[in-house]
C-alpha cells in the first residue's frame, strides 16, 4: 500500500468512516447480487433522491447529538414547515413570503428547544418529546388536516436538476451535498465546531475552559432547526403536497442514520460525513430489502438490530478508554 493510500485510510478511521464506509460498501455489493433491478443508474440516483429529506434531518440530529443532546420533533418540525409554506402559497399567493415565514418558525422552534433546556435545565429527551407533541398537534390545528398540493417553481425546485448519462442529479441533491460539506468544514475548522464537541465530551469541563455552554447549545439547536426547515422544502421538490400526517418516523430515522455513521448517543463524538454515510446505508438497505421482496416488517427489525449493534459498540468502546 503507498504512503498516499495508508494516510487516506488513516484519515478514514481517525473520523469514524470506516466502519460506515465498509458497512454500505458490503450492502451495494449483497444487493448488487441479490437482485437484477438494484445497481442501474436509475436506482442509483433514486437511492440519492429518497436520502435529501432523511439525510437533512440527520445532519441537524448529528450536531444536536455531539453535544450529548437529542431531537425528537426534528421530522415533526419540518412537516410543520411544509404546511405553512403551502398554506400560504395557496391562500394568500406568496410562495418566498411564505418560505421565509417556515424557515424562521422552524429556526425559532429549535431555538425554543434549545432554551428550554438550557435555561430549566430540562433533560433533551423530555423537551423534545413535548416538543413533538406540540408541533403535531399544531400541525394538525393549522392545517384542519388537509393536504395542501404546491404546483410553485419555487417551492419544486429542488425536485428538478440534470441528466447526467443514464443518470439524474436533483438539486435537493446537490444541496444535501453541499449543506454536509460545510457543516463537516465547520465542525473540523472552528471554533464553534471545537465548542460543540468539547461540550459534548464534558460540558462542565468546557464551561471551566470558558465556552459558553448555554449559548452554543440553543444556537446548535436553532442550526438544527434551520436545517429542518430546508429538509421541508426539499421534500416539497420530491412529492409536491403538505399533508400533516407525514414523515412519522423520520425522528427516528434520522438518529438511525446518525448512529450507524458514527455519531456516539453520549456525545463529543462523531462526524457530518459519517451520518451521510449512516444516511445512505439506511436508504440502500431499505431499498435493497425492498425490491428483494422482503416485507416492511422485517425491513423495521434489520433496522434496528443495526442501531442497537451501532450503540453497544459504541459504549464498549467508550468503556475501553482511559
Not at 108 to 131: E, H, K, N, Q
Not at 228 to 243: K, V
Request: aromatic residues 6%.
Amino acid at each position: 500500500m503507498t504512503f498516499a493510500a495508508r494516510g487516506a485510510v488513516g484519515h478514514l478511521r481517525a473520523r469514524g468512516w470506516m466502519g460506515p464506509l465498509a458497512a454500505l460498501l458490503a450492502s451495494i455489493v449483497l444487493f448488487s447480487l441479490v437482485t437484477d433491478t438494484f445497481f442501474t443508474a436509475d436506482n442509483l440516483s433514486l437511492l440519492l433522491e429518497q436520502s435529501v429529506v432523511i439525510g437533512l434531518l440527520a445532519l441537524g440530529q448529528t450536531i444536536i447529538v455531539l453535544t450529548a443532546g437529542i431531537d425528537l420533533a426534528n421530522g415533526a418540525i419540518a412537516v410543520l414547515g411544509t404546511l405553512v409554506v403551502a398554506k400560504h402559497a395557496a391562500s394568500a399567493g406568496q410562495a418566498a413570503a411564505g418560505l421565509v415565514c417556515a424557515l424562521s418558525i422552524c429556526t425559532a422552534l429549535g431555538m425554543a428547544s434549545g432554551g428550554l433546556i438550557t435555561r430549566l435545565r430540562l433533560p433533551p429527551f423530555i423537551v423534545t418529546l413535548g416538543m413533538l407533541t406540540v408541533v403535531s398537534a399544531a400541525g394538525r390545528l393549522y392545517s384542519q388536516s388537509r393536504n395542501y398540493p404546491v404546483s410553485v417553481d419555487l417551492l419544486t425546485v429542488f425536485g428538478r436538476g440534470l441528466n447526467i448519462g443514464h443518470a439524474s442529479l436533483s438539486y435537493g441533491v446537490v444541496l444535501m451535498l453541499v449543506l454536509y460539506a460545510a457543516i463537516e468544514y465547520v465542525l473540523a475548522q472552528t471554533a464553534w465546531g471545537r465548542h460543540v464537541r468539547a461540550i459534548g465530551g464534558n460540558s462542565e469541563a468546557a464551561r471551566r475552559m470558558g465556552v459558553s455552554v448555554d449559548r452554543t447549545v440553543v444556537s446548535v439547536y436553532a442550526v438544527g432547526g434551520l436545517l429542518y426547515g430546508l429538509a421541508a422544502w426539499a421534500s416539497l421538490g420530491r412529492i409536491p403536497n403538505a399533508d400533516a400526517n407525514a414523515y412519522q418516523t423520520a425522528n427516528l430515522e434520522s438518529i438511525t442514520a446518525a448512529v450507524l455513521g458514527g455519531t456516539s448517543l453520549f456525545g463529543g463524538r462523531g462526524s457530518a460525513v459519517g451520518t451521510l454515510l449512516g444516511t445512505l446505508i439506511v436508504v440502500v438497505l431499505r431499498s435493497g430489502l425492498t425490491q428483494a421482496g422482503i416485507d416492511a416488517l422485517y425491513q423495521e427489525v434489520a433496522t434496528g438490530i443495526l442501531v442497537v449493534l451501532a450503540v453497544a459498540l459504541d459504549a464498549v468502546a467508550r468503556r475501553g478508554r482511559p
